[in-house]
């Protein structure tokens, strides 16, 4: 098994108050963070101080939710949140999403890769395609199929890295005393072009300190296995529990040897959340007081579908009817089903099951730091992970207690690094160094 | 007459040099500057200081020139450009050119409302229309028609407000008291749609401190000055003396009426390039100086087709012969061969007659701070121009010389202001708040 020292850990940032729909109204929290770079700045800031090696910004180009009683999950702009953070940080990763289905590969090579030079080589960039209704209503388009969509990403993702390697290495001399700005025999047109897409290229930026940004992935399916296999340096993943993320992160693995490349250069960090405090009574309560702040009539329905019986919001705060916990029964299709029932049958009411996290998308660990770091340490040295993505409850003050309390225990375990291992992000993943196509 | 003490000013940033295409070897200056956002940081701040309206980024995609001895001609992303400058200046307006020929209404109605957010209300866009061969084939396209262009500019442009108004002022309540973050009846589709261009909507981003960005316009003909008339606060134009500028700004005001507009909400701007000494022989010396890190053996040939005759680079440290004296003759084609054959006619070597700079696309002033004073007096109470916008010579030292030497004698001719009227670019401007599409 390959290094198990250094753990990859991305901060998911969001719309900057959390994944928690209600995490914008808890008090000390910033109400403004959607639209105040500041809040932003100061949460990036908090994950560097932690040593943590990226930061990640989720993104559809659509508004998807209601916004009534909960924020917007997307940044106002990836890019733009990104490039604020280079400029007032110095060392953590940069990752931002943007879509090979609804945009120029000349615009997204320019400005990730202007990114990457402005933060001395620190840019990810998470190419998705784009399946939702309403993004392609933004751009007057009708979903494409599956598999049209994947044709294009892989052209998208070969002419985005040629033109990244259109201006070689070297090409920039500035020579000032002969007058030489650059070698016009190292800047040369790509002149590529698919079924779907083309350009002539070069893009006339240089290459930053880690050459050209770093490439992730997070689509499903044969399909991104495939994207995630040829390209990627690191992939996003959404498994509930530790068998299948283990054969998940095998069959990431198994691509990328298919296509010739190390199996230990493309990391697969699952997505969790931690609430954190100093006890577990305590950190369940915060997990109660924020659920207080949204609307959980929802989320009843949800979990009485996944147990198989009616539930209804009104008996919110008892503990499920002998008779209904009779019928109860875990739901085979969905593997955060079994322990929903299990907290159900120990005679929890439905708002402490609930905020045990049995239903959100992702694993949600309440408790100590020393229990996220058991739930991190299990799940790594299993081999079911090469490191997480993390989702804060809330992030004003959930970004700090992962970092003041969660990592110092991974690093006295000896599972995450203590300090930079470079200054880029290529080099705090551990990943080969790439410019231009990868052929 | 419209009020004629607040000339309005835009300090061009360009790759970060100045324009003149030796200005990244000079001494003092920062070769490194196209990829070093420190130096576009002092440049705006510089600029900021003098109280200028707004920085302006031109801009096409694609790189247009031989980098051999000369640096690029644009900023390597100028939405990112203005967002580092954004988050390090407080008050200067914050301008940048994108096609409406090679982007998505969605991305760029997206990026700019951010960029307006983000710095509280100084976004402006100079949305222009793209006919560059090169920059199509970055796009996998061809140049199309100038009938196509235009109306998918009208299309591009009325999408992009609609976008901007699609989240309503008032809608983000904020309210966490009763856990309300937004009024959804407020926050709508937009729906719109023509025969290039659609979107749904809505943009998910609340409005800036002036409503929404700044629109300007740059294009020539017909077409231009109709999209001028009908969305332009300001243009940038290229007339080379004061009957063409005032001519050029009449029809521009003509067609703001002939769209129901006050002419007073549309500012031309001309360019111009201040070469500024302690006395006109420096200045010129400046010049010579800067000429004197470039090749101009382009620039002799180029100025003995203008006058109809053949000129030599060999020769270029002496006058004409009496016999080209004798044939040279002013091009009718050209308004700037008249001072070109006036300076040759008065005996300067041909180096010299190049330094007044009678060649280049903007007119050139080379001399005191009074003289550029003079000159911008002079095209600014003859109604030639709203202001200007300023291109210069070489960035690093140049921005200064205008803030420190010129802005002073402005203010003190009660032709510029002393300080900023408000926060936003609207306000500096003296333009009418708007927000959404104006109907």
């Not at 100061?42 to 924020?71: C, H, S, W, Y």
């Not at 990244?164 to 047109?189: C, H």
Request: glycine letters at 10%; one cysteine or more.
């Amino acid at each position: 098994m390959e290094n198990r020292t250094n753990m990859q850990i991305a901060m998911q940032l969001g719309a900057g108050y959390g994944i928690d729909s209600g995490a914008w109204r808890m008090p000390g929290g910033d109400p403004t963070a959607y639209t105040n770079m500041d809040s932003y700045v100061k949460l990036a800031q908090t994950a560097e101080r932690g040593k943590i090696q990226m930061l990640f910004m989720a993104d559809t180009p659509a508004l998807g939710v209601d916004l009534t009683n909960r924020p917007p999950q997307s940044p106002m702009d990836p890019m733009l949140a990104l490039t604020v953070i280079a400029r007032e940080t110095e060392r953590i990763g940069l990752v931002a999403t943007l879509s090979t289905t609804f945009n120029d590969p000349y615009n997204v090579a320019r400005q990730f890769k202007a990114l990457d030079v402005i933060s001395h080589g620190r840019a990810g960039w998470n190419a998705v395609t784009t399946s939702n209704q309403a993004a392609a209503a933004n751009f007057g388009s009708q979903v494409a199929s599956r598999t049209e969509r994947y044709e294009r990403a892989h052209e998208f993702i070969q002419l985005v890295q040629a033109l990244w390697g259109s201006w070689e290495e070297g090409a920039m001399t500035l020579d000032v005393e002969n007058g030489i700005y650059a070698n016009m025999n190292k800047i040369k047109p790509i002149n590529l072009g698919g079924k779907y897409l083309s350009s002539h290229g070069p893009l006339p930026i240089p290459p930053s300190e880690q050459g050209q940004p770093v490439i992730f992935q997070a689509g499903g399916g044969q399909e991104g296995l495939e994207l995630a296999g040829l390209y990627a340096s690191g992939v996003y993943a959404s498994p509930y529990d530790i068998p299948s993320a283990k054969a998940y992160r095998e069959v990431v693995r198994q691509s990328a040897v298919n296509f010739g490349r190390n199996p230990d250069e493309v990391k697969v960090l699952p997505g969790f959340i931690p609430s954190i405090a100093s006890t577990e009574h305590e950190a369940l309560e915060r997990r109660k007081h924020l659920d207080g702040y949204t609307d959980l009539t929802g989320k009843v329905s949800y979990l009485g579908a996944m147990l198989g019986v009616p539930l209804s919001f009104d008996d919110i705060d008892r503990p499920l009817s002998p008779e209904l916990r009779k019928y109860a029964n875990a739901n085979p299709q969905d593997p955060r089903s079994p322990r929903a029932l299990e907290l159900v049958m120990r005679g929890m009411t439905i708002r402490d099951v609930l905020a045990h996290g049995v239903i959100n998308y992702h694993p949600i660990i309440a408790g100590t730091p020393e229990q996220v770091a058991d739930f991190m340490e299990e799940w790594y040295v299993s081999g079911a992970c090469d490191g997480f993505a993390i989702q804060p409850d809330a992030s004003f003050d959930g970004v700090s207690a992962f970092v003041d309390q969660v990592i110092p225990i991974l690093q006295k375990r000896g599972l995450f690094h203590k300090d930079y291992e470079g200054t880029t992000l290529r080099e705090h993943m551990g990943v080969s160094y790439q410019y231009g196509l990868r052929l």
